[in-house]
Nanobody
Framework: QVQLVESGGGLVQPGGSLRLSCTASTSIFSIDMMGWYRQAPGEQRELVTTITSGGNRNYADSTKGRFTISRDSAKNSVYLQMNNLEPEDTAVYYC?????????WGQGTQVTVSS
């Protein structure tokens, strides 16, 4: 099993930045893919970005150029740098890991973009 712990959410004004962190209970290089998803009230959970164990990145069109996924293997952590945030980015953000054909989720962290 893989446990994921997220941190870094909060309230930010439009145009601001936030950095989310996700720490895994195992080496991230043993995890096939990690990523971030988000779910706004009344909406389905949607992809934000993913990164494979080989380092290939994928972004949702709505986040390209504003969000960046990165990782630190020494800390077993994946990060989501979010810049130029918009009110539409308001959601609970979830860390996701696909490990040995099983998906794991973090508990979620709230991001609110509001003036």
């Amino acid at each position: 099993q893989v446990q994921l712990v997220e941190s870094g959410g909060g309230l930010v004004q439009p145009g601001g930045s936030l950095r989310l962190s996700c720490t895994a209970s195992t080496s991230i290089f043993s995890i096939d893919m990690m990523g971030w998803y988000r779910q706004a009230p009344g909406e389905q959970r949607e992809l934000v970005t993913t990164i494979t164990s080989g380092g290939n990145r994928n972004y949702a069109d709505s986040t390209k150029g504003r969000f960046t996924i990165s990782r630190d293997s020494a800390k077993n952590s994946v990060y989501l740098q979010m810049n130029n945030l918009e009110p539409e980015d308001t959601a609970v953000y979830y860390c996701n890991a696909r490990y040995r054909f099983v998906e794991y989720w973090g508990q979620g962290t709230q991001v609110t973009v509001s003036s």
